[in-house]
């Protein structure tokens, strides 16, 4: 057997296991090994998986991904997201769109402490879309907007795929970090913009079944009620300004700054922010459920440590699997053979890095978000750093790209998750994402073309603090 048909045909397994729901990590791990198998035998297998297992998890800087992860749960925990929805409601609710950008803004700032897209869309779905469907919003536009804002959290730092992004690649995490700042801002500020301009003409307007239904449902319990609807803890009865909960940014400036401070000033390193940052949360989380005493408090830490443990073996698992892939890849020469392939054709720079990011569009429209990072990872680089492309802006490039996936059709995980939050159909979130689809691909645009604007902040972070 060719090396070409061995090639063939491990991807060809690996595209069948995840077809199949197989969980990444074994799928990648499978594949990578039945590869190795057919290149080089067993022997060469086994020491290679022995020695990939260890050698990529045996790493200090891995443990800022726990930290990371442990931060957010804490933040959750500590009921911040609420908070910032409230205060952004509040702020926004005589803009047009008031009530979508006051969800974007939740989402923007909670993607700041948590570092989870899917954890993001989750919790705003339950804050933010009952809400806006009482007032107008389609449910097709409400749980679009959730399910985009929420990818947020996979740029923003602090993000697991910028850091997963900067280990594959041996790239400053720090710098990792501080290049998703203005690039994740970008973004919800063209969520804003569509909300207020385009998206607002929707509003009051809807022909949803779901919309349809709910207002029959709601009808029929006000008649049985024998009263008309009750007062809600909304919009149209705004809290007084002295009585928002304030404490809520307070709490986002104060991880925020730990986080990217600490880390641009040089006090610490992107592994030592993260760690600080985790303390600081768990004295927020401390601090904001003190009157539930001692019994409440270890409750809430306990749950946060318990779905941290279960996230960080999720992602180290992943690490070693996608290690093991990239093993076989290495083995077989597949980046040199592409990297001398792309090269060969006489196509410029520019345009040929332009094709090759494309292609990850397509690919998250069937494969899950972290299958596309480290299947492409090893590939990609490879080539952007023979044209001499920057790696910071590379990743964050990919980080994009892979943050439309999240919400393009049949995979896109955040609309299936903010289905099942907000109880709606799936097919009605992908109907409501088409026009932010097309929003996103301007921002990519703009990205690609003005490298700056990711690089800008990077430039000032010293890369040793990563």
């Not at 035998?41 to 297992?53: A, E, I, W």
């Not at 690490?319 to 290495?330: E, N, P, Q, V």
């Not at 943050?403 to 998750?417: H, R």
Request: charged share 10%.
């Amino acid at each position: 057997m060719t090396v070409s048909m061995i090639i063939a045909v491990t991807i060809g397994l690996l595209l069948l296991l995840l077809a199949s729901r197989f969980p990444i990590a074994l799928a990648l791990g499978l594949s990578g090994a039945c590869g190795l198998i057919l290149l080089k035998g067993t022997g060469y297998t086994g020491s290679v998986l022995g020695s990939v297992s260890f050698s990529q998890t045996y790493s200090f800087g891995l443990t800022i991904i726990p930290m990371f992860i442990l931060m957010g749960l804490f933040a959750v925990r500590a009921n911040v997201a609420e908070y910032v929805y409230t205060i952004a409601a509040r702020a926004v609710r005589r803009a047009p769109g008031g009530l979508g950008v006051a969800t974007v803004m939740a989402c923007a700032g909670f993607a700041a402490v948590s570092g989870s897209s899917i954890g993001t869309a989750a919790t705003m779905s339950k804050l933010s879309i009952a809400q806006m469907r009482r007032h107008g919003y389609p449910a097709s536009l409400a749980s679009a907007l959730v399910a985009v804002a929420g990818t947020l959290g996979v740029m923003i730092p602090p993000s697991t795929f910028l850091v997963l992004y900067a280990i594959m690649t041996s790239t400053s995490v720090a710098q990792m970090l501080a290049g998703g700042v203005v690039p994740g801002l970008l973004s919800a500020a063209a969520y804003i913009t569509y909300i207020m301009t385009l998206g607002a003409r929707r509003i009051g307007r809807s022909t949803d079944p779901e919309d349809l239904q709910g207002a029959v449902d709601d009808a029929r319990a006000e008649v049985a009620a024998g009263s008309g609807p009750t007062p809600s803890d909304d919009v149209d009865s705004p809290r007084p300004w002295r009585s928002l909960p304030w404490q809520g940014l307070v709490y986002i400036a104060i991880l925020f700054s730990i986080v990217l401070g600490g880390m641009y000033s040089g006090i610490f390193t992107s592994t030592e922010s993260a760690a600080i940052g985790a303390l600081a949360a768990v004295v927020i989380l401390v601090f904001e459920n003190r009157r539930r005493g001692l019994r409440g408090i270890a409750t809430e830490v306990r749950h946060a440590l318990q779905d941290t443990a279960a996230t960080t073996s999720m992602v180290f698992f992943i690490i070693i699997g996608s290690a093991i892939l990239s093993a076989f890849f290495i083995a077989a020469r597949v980046p040199q053979s592409i990297t001398q392939a792309v090269t060969a054709v006489d196509l410029p720079p520019t345009l040929t890095m332009a094709l090759l990011l494309a292609c990850l569009i397509p690919l998250g429209m069937a494969l899950e978000s972290l299958s596309i990072l480290v299947i492409t990872v090893p590939i990609l680089y490879p080539i952007a750093m023979e044209y001499g492309f920057d790696g910071v802006w590379l990743g964050i490039l990919i980080v994009k790209l892979i943050e439309i996936g999240m919400v393009t059709p049949p995979v896109g995980i955040n609309a299936f998750v903010v289905a099942g939050s907000a109880g709606l159909r799936t097919d009605t979130v992908f109907r409501g994402l088409l026009p932010l689809f097309l929003v996103e691909l301007v921002v990519v645009v703009i990205l690609f073309a003005f490298p700056q604007l990711s690089l800008f902040l990077p430039s000032l972070v010293n890369p040793a603090a990563g």
